[in-house]
Nanobody, 117 residues
Framework: QVQLVESGGGLVQAGGSLRLSCAAS????????IRWYRQAPGNGRELVAT????????YADSVKGRFTISRDSAKQNTVYLQMNSLKPEDTAVYYC??????????WGQGTQVTVSS
């Protein structure tokens, strides 16, 4: 089992920055991929960013150049999402997702990000 805890959300003005954290515990050596998703009211869950076990990253077009996903070099169980130049349309609940080598998926509880105009 893997447990994920997100933190770092909050209220920020447009143009500002936030850094989200996703701390994993449990059988983390089985994690192959960690992703950040977001869900705005009335919308489906949207994939925002991905980081693989070997450090490869991928981003949604809507956040490319503004968001950066990374893994803490000291604490391998923590993944960050640095969000810069935030826009009101980035407002959503952000979820951390982990996929194990067996294909099992795990979700965090989510953290609210609100960007005011």
């Amino acid at each position: 089992q893997v447990q994920l805890v997100e933190s770092g959300g909050g209220l920020v003005q447009a143009g500002g920055s936030l850094r989200l954290s996703c701390a994993a515990s449990g059988i983390i050596f089985r994690i192959n991929v960690i992703r950040w998703y977001r869900q705005a009211p009335g919308n489906g869950r949207e994939l925002v960013a991905t980081i693989t076990r070997d450090g490869k990253t991928n981003y949604a077009d809507s956040v490319k150049g503004r968001f950066t996903i990374s893994r803490d070099s000291a604490k391998q169980n923590t993944v960050y999402l640095q969000m810069n130049s935030l826009k009101p349309e980035d407002t959503a609940v952000y979820y951390c997702n982990a996929v194990s080598s067996m294909g099992s998926q795990y979700w965090g509880q989510g953290t609210q990000v609100t960007v005011s105009s």
